[in-house]
């Protein structure tokens, strides 16, 4: 099973590599919607609105990017994916490569966000637990939008759908790193953040297990 | 008559339950008390009771901080209602807050929670501070009597219950839809889909008679409240359950693809609403640091008529569902015949 | 957020809202003539109308399909 993921996951690389124009689409939704924000909000942000702000242009980052992991899939492509492996397989390095992608992705957001609408929020920030909480939160948002995505594509809807589906379940995470990195920002012990990080961990593991679970059921015609 | 038993008690439950509800009398109660703050020295108050008598009584008037009493000096009684007591405040109280207390002989003593606020504290008065009045507990069968809900409080018996249906009825939604990933089963598809239209009704009374309950209460139609949010989201979740069962064609796919997202969602909602009042205030009774049902929300010897609420409701919405399910299944069999 | 917080920012808000409440004040007048009115006793008479239209909405869908079915057995 173990080589079977990594097997995939190489596949998944490749297929990456060959269509660059699609990081460099995420990437620049990223940038643009940053920029948007740079435009509109002119006055400096208080701490809590930066933060909030940044997890929003995340969430829709991250819908965005994970639109695409089941979207690009051709039918023959399927087929071939489905006599090779096993579904569970396929979701588990699904749901692996697209962490992955959400951690890359929400680091460099973070990159961005802090050059354009500045980084006075980060001041009094503890930056390692910050950092943390992103990573995490990149993560929890892959792990719950991977199954939505399958879900989304399978039933022959776009993106569209897949953000009907996915926003009120994708919102306890949201929640939750947003929380935990607001305490970051205003500098709490690890003590307390570390609560909330233990949690949305243990909430990451929750919903691979299930869409380790479910996925078989939705991948069979 | 056999499967008719549990919907006569169903109803039989919820009209206990509601005649319950609408005919016990409100325990009189201090509502209300003219002053904010208590300073040292002398105040004068108007203490404000709903459902007192106090002109049949002679009642005395004290206030409490951090378990010293002191006794109002002067008591005048204007109506059954209004009281005007003097307090010769000490120096050195050493709580933030004060409680006003009135006892009475035949309504016992009646406590208005942090009737004033104390602006200047010390480490505890030492003089002026005397004995509090006699603990008693009244016997009648009333409803508690708390100063921001008067009368509304008996919503508790309509209110309350339309969320347990509605939970009841999401986990047999959930139930069915396993069942449909195990079996395919389309009479079951039909009934998850049903069970999913009755809590959304459930869903939807609970809303407005909340949002009617928060504005007489609380001042504002919706209250950014982590039950509400929990609320919200359960909502939205069923809403793109039927969004998504709208958008595939094939009956066989569809019924597998709303399961999967069912039974996926299910789960995280039910972590959400355990995990959200931990991280947020509530106004809810019950949770973020809200005392539940004790001190000041319901007399033990409400609380059965209460669970028989919520049983006699839970009645009525599994009544509803089963007749949907019996309407799909007789669907179903009306269209297998005509495609023959 | 500590439990000590959230007790203080209660009983703040218990405080701030119990006079408004006791006396109505500074509420819209249709409001505390409805709402407010008696004691608050309308509350409840609005929150039994609601859960009465919603059992009513129930029975007219179920009226419909039925019908529907009816027309096609026919």
């Given amino acids: 099973m173990r080589s079977e993921i990594l097997h995939l996951l190489r596949l998944e690389v490749a297929l990456d590599l060959r269509q660059r124009a699609a990081w460099g689409g995420m990437l620049l939704y990223v940038v643009s919607a940053v920029y948007v924000c740079h435009l509109t909000m002119k006055d400096a942000l208080g701490t809590g609105t930066w933060n909030a702000l940044f997890w929003i242009i995340l969430l829709f980052a991250a819908f965005n990017a994970l639109a695409r992991s089941f979207l690009r899939e051709d039918q023959g492509r399927q087929l071939y994916l489905y006599t090779l492996a096993h579904p569970r397989s ?64 399978r039933a022959g809807n776009g993106i569209g759908l897949m953000a009907i589906l996915g926003f009120p379940i994708v919102l306890p995470m949201l929640l939750a790193v947003m929380r935990a990195s607001q305490l970051a920002l205003s500098g709490a012990a690890w003590a307390e953040t570390g609560m909330y990080f233990l949690g949305i961990a243990a909430l990451d593991v929750v919903t691979v297990a299930l869409a380790w679970l479910l996925f078989p059921y939705l991948w069979r015609d | 008559m056999k499967q008719w038993w549990w919907k006569f008690l169903a109803v039989g439950l919820v009209l206990i ?33 709903y459902a007192t008598r106090f002109t049949q009584e002679s009642p005395r008037v004290f206030v409490e901080n951090g378990g010293q009493f002191i006794a109002a000096d002067q008591v005048e009684v204007l109506d059954d209602r209004r009281i005007t007591a003097r307090f010769l405040v000490p120096e050195g109280l050493r709580e933030d807050m004060s409680d006003l207390l009135v006892s009475t002989t035949t309504q016992g003593t009646m406590r208005l929670f942090d009737a004033f606020y104390n602006p200047e504290k010390g480490s505890g008065a030492l003089e002026g501070v005397t004995e509090g009045p ?41 139930v069915f839809s396993i069942s449909v990933l195990g079996s395919g089963n389309p009479l079951h598809d039909r009934g998850a ?18 949002s009617l309950w928060a504005r007489a209460t609380w001042g504002g139609w919706w209250t950014s409240d982590a039950k509400l949010n929990g609320a919200a989201v359960t909502v939205l979740i069923y809403l793109a359950y039927l969004v998504l069962r709208g958008s595939v064609n094939d009956p066989a796919k569809r019924a597998r693809l709303a399961a999967i997202y069912n039974v996926f969602a299910y789960v995280l909602m039910l972590l959400f609403i355990m995990a959200l009042p931990r991280m947020t205030a509530s106004l809810h009774p019950g949770s973020g640091g809200n005392p539940a049902f004790s001190q000041y929300d319901l007399d033990d010897s409400l609380r059965p008529v209460f669970y028989a609420a919520v049983l006699g409701w839970m009645g009525i919405g599994t009544w509803l569902l089963n007749l949907q399910y019996r309407l799909a299944r007789i669907e179903i069999a009306h269209d297998h015949a005509h495609h023959r | 957020m500590t439990m000590r917080t959230t007790v203080r920012l209660f009983l703040l808000l218990v405080v701030l809202t119990a006079p408004s409440a006791a006396f109505a004040q500074g509420e819209p007048d249709w409001l505390v003539d409805t709402l407010y009115g008696s004691g608050k006793i309308n509350t409840v008479v609005a929150v039994v109308s609601v859960i ?20 096609r057995t026919k």
């Fill in chain 1, 90 to 153: 396929v979701v588990l390095a699904r749901a692996l490569y697209n962490a992955v992608t959400m951690v890359v992705l929400s680091l460099l957001s973070l990159l961005f966000y802090a050059l354009f609408l500045g980084n006075d929020a980060l001041a009094q920030a503890d930056l390692p637990q910050f950092i943390t909480a992103v990573v995490l939160g990149g993560i929890g948002f892959a792990a719950v939008l991977t199954l939505i995505a399958a879900l989304a594509a």
């Fill in chain 3, 52 to 71: 009465l239209l919603g059992l009513a909405l129930w029975l007219f869908r179920l009226d419909r399909r039925i019908a529907r079915i009816e027309q």
């Fill in chain 2, 134 to 174: 006699p603990r008693t507990e009244r016997t009648d069968f009333a409803f508690p009597n708390r100063n921001i809900l008067y009368e509304s409080i008996r919503n508790l018996h309509f209110h309350v219950p339309m969320w347990f249906t509605m939970m009841l009825l999401q986990t047999i939604a959930l």
């Fill in chain 2, 17 to 49: 339950a509601s005649i319950a509800a609408l005919r016990t009398p409100l325990a009189p109660a201090v509502v209300h008390a003219s002053e904010g703050a208590l300073k040292p020295g002398p105040n004068t108050v108007t203490v404000l009771g």
């Fill in chain 2, 193 to 210: 889909l049903a069970a999913v239209h009755v809590s959304l009704l459930f869903a939807g009374m609970g809303l407005l008679t909340g």
